[in-house]
């Protein structure tokens, strides 16, 4: 990971990072695609999405993610997501995440239009302005310390 930084930083190089481990991403990507079922959910300037997701998705993502503070981690609340993955070749109609979306309403049903939330946050969900608020955020969540 310090090689590819490097690189990175050296030769002004742009890279693709793919990959399920945020803390890693969060090292190294300076803008952010969150993606589920071939879909992208939320983009955003690195920091600004991990301090303050507009998504569900996200947010259920970065609630996975340990903290390396022991204070932090004992405190730590993990978003529960229900059932599995759909089958890519059965994708739910209307919004992607809303058979597993702990925030799902009866408009979920419609394809979410891309809102854009600021200059470098845009979110597909129909509500992607009131959970960025922090509004709609009563989910099942489970203690992890
Ligand atoms: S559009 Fe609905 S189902 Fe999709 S992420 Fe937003 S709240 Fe959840």
Known sequence: MNLFLKLRDDFGMSCLLIAHDLAIVRQAAQRVYVMYLGRVMEEGESGALYSQPAHPYTQALLSAVPSTNPVEERERQRIILKGDVPSPVN???GCRFRTRCPAVQSVCETSPPVNSLSES???SCH???RIKAGILQEYDVRQVG
């Open 127 to 129: 509500f992607a302005g």
């Open 91 to 93: 994708r739910p109609t």
């Open 121 to 123: 946050n845009l979110a």
